[in-house]
């Protein structure tokens, strides 16, 4: 079994707790076995006025192949006994995750220094100025670098911890995990305010046409073909668009092309080009383009990463602007 134990320090943000816990908390999917610690073990204060009890003290970290470290405040340095147990495990070659704000945790320590890292928007500049050492990017969702990873604010912990199931344990793992709670197995786009979902719930709006989008992603769609299926001026659909899901239609569309992309190299053999040619992406020089824009890796890395058990720095990060 793959130990995962969540450090929750003082004043531990609930909600980021709650999310490793949900995710490899059910010996029953993808092999793993869920703790939590704290220093001294016992009762933790929460930013949401209740406590958390807390069996394990931080000798649980020794035993840790991952180690998760949910938000917490005030955002301060976590003590010489924690910073000791982490840079035990990170050394003996335990992976350490950061939900929202506990990347605080993790570059007061010292184990962000030299690396891009991110975490809540509200709170990156801090982070930076705080830490110049570290890389902050505040327009990604996750950033994993193999034995380190960071994510966003809040909901973003759920995408990075999917993400590590699918490297993992495989696409297949993880979409079964994210159906049990109800949520997408991969969200588009970086934490920009104006996210919304990436396809709108079955039978509001634009539901029925985003389907059936889904459906002809090989086919040289436009704005045109949306529209009239949706039966809208074109116009009006990307007004629609911007409205329902944050992005205009070939932005969206542009994003479901990626993401199926991510899935057929993640589960198949198929050529880059026939992959490009499935996901209506055309070329395999326009595939690569789009992937890197998307991933910050090459298609064949991203394979190996996920087929050949090989881990890469990777990133999600916000479609192209333009839609291109």
């Keep these: 079994m793959h130990r995962v134990v969540a450090l929750a320090l003082p004043w531990v943000v609930a909600f980021d707790l709650s999310i490793p816990a949900q995710v490899f908390g059910r010996g029953d999917e993808g092999g793993y076995a869920f703790t939590t610690c704290t220093p001294g073990g016992g009762l933790v204060p929460s930013t949401t006025g ?24 005030p955002r301060e340095h976590p003590g010489p006994d924690v910073a000791e147990a982490l840079h035990r495990a990170a050394d003996r070659g335990a992976r350490v995750v950061s939900v929202c704000t506990g990347a605080f945790a993790l570059a007061a320590v010292g184990l962000l220094d030299g690396l891009r890292a991110t975490t809540h928007w509200a709170h990156a500049a801090e982070l930076a100025d705080r830490h110049p050492h570290v890389e ?4 990604v969702l996750w950033v994993d670098h193999g034995t ?19 490297t993992d344990h495989g696409a297949q793992a993880a979409a079964s995990i994210a159906r049990r709670m109800v ?6 786009g970086g ?3 104006w996210l919304r979902r990436p396809v709108p719930p079955a039978g509001e709006g634009l539901a029925p046409t985003c389907e059936w989008a889904l459906g002809h992603l ?19 659909l990307t007004r629609r668009f911007l409205a329902e899901t944050g992005r205009t239609p070939l932005q969206w569309l542009t994003a479901q092309r990626v993401a199926h992309a991510r899935q057929l190299l993640e589960t198949s053999d198929l050529s880059v080009q026939t992959i490009a040619t499935r996901t209506g992406l055309g070329t395999a020089a326009n595939f690569r383009t789009h992937f890197v824009r998307d991933t910050a890796t090459t298609p064949s890395a991203y394979r190996a990463a996920y087929q050949g ?16």
Excluded: M
């Excluded at 902050?136 to 327009?139: F, G, N, Q, R």
């Excluded at 990873?149 to 199931?165: E, F, K, M, P, Y």
């Excluded at 090989?218 to 009006?236: E, I, S, Y």
């Design 148 to 166: 380190v990873a960071t994510s966003a604010g809040l909901a973003a912990g759920i995408d990075l911890c999917l993400h590590l199931v699918r």
């Design 136 to 139: 902050v990017d505040p327009d």
């Design 191 to 193: 934490q920009a305010q």
């Design 309 to 324: 058990g090989r881990r890469l720095p990777t990133t999600w990060r916000p479609a192209d602007p333009t839609g291109g």
């Design 218 to 236: 090989a086919d040289p769609l436009t704005v045109a073909d949306l529209a009239r299926h949706a039966g809208w001026a074109p116009r009006t």
């Design 183 to 188: 949520v997408a197995p991969h969200r588009d």
């Design 50 to 73: 209740f406590a958390v009890h807390v069996e394990h003290d931080l000798s649980a970290l020794d035993q840790a192949d991952t180690v998760v470290v949910p938000g917490y405040s």
